[in-house]
């Protein structure tokens, strides 16, 4: 069973940082797809970023050139480093991992099926 777990959101001032942390399990690390969704309030869930297995890196316009995605194969962890926040970055922040057989969310080329619970992030002006 895959679980992906979160931590890391917080309350922040505009200019800040935050990294997010991701744990994964029960997931093959080895050959994957992961990413970074967002959900503000009464707005649709967005890809931020996300990583494949090759090292390959995509980002939403929005964030490039102030969040990086990143992970610890060895820790099963995906991390999310987000700098110079700014108060339209407030959201729920969820992982996600492909899944190729039954994933329905398609963002930089995977398909993504298994969630986290999510972690809030807030930017205040």
């Known amino acids: 069973q895959v679980q992906l777990v979160e931590s890391g959101g917080g309350s922040v001032q505009s200019g800040g940082s935050l990294r997010l942390s991701c744990a994964a399990s029960?997931?093959?690390?080895?050959?994957?797809?992961m990413g970074w969704f967002r959900q503000a309030p009464g707005k649709e869930r967005e890809g931020v970023a996300a990583?494949?297995?090759?090292?390959?890196?995509s980002y939403a316009d929005s964030v490039k050139g102030r969040f990086t995605i990143s992970q610890d194969n060895a820790k099963n962890t995906l991390y999310l480093q987000m700098n110079s926040l700014k108060p339209e970055d407030t959201a729920m922040y969820y992982c996600?991992?492909?899944?190729?057989?039954?994933?329905?969310?398609?963002?930089?080329?995977?398909?993504?099926?298994?969630w986290g619970q999510g972690t809030q992030v807030i930017v205040s002006s």
């Open positions: 996600a991992a492909d899944d190729p057989s039954y994933g329905r969310t398609w963002y930089a080329g995977c398909v993504f099926g298994y």
């Open positions: 029960g997931y093959t690390y080895s050959s994957y797809c």
């Open positions: 990583i494949e297995s090759g090292g390959r890196t």
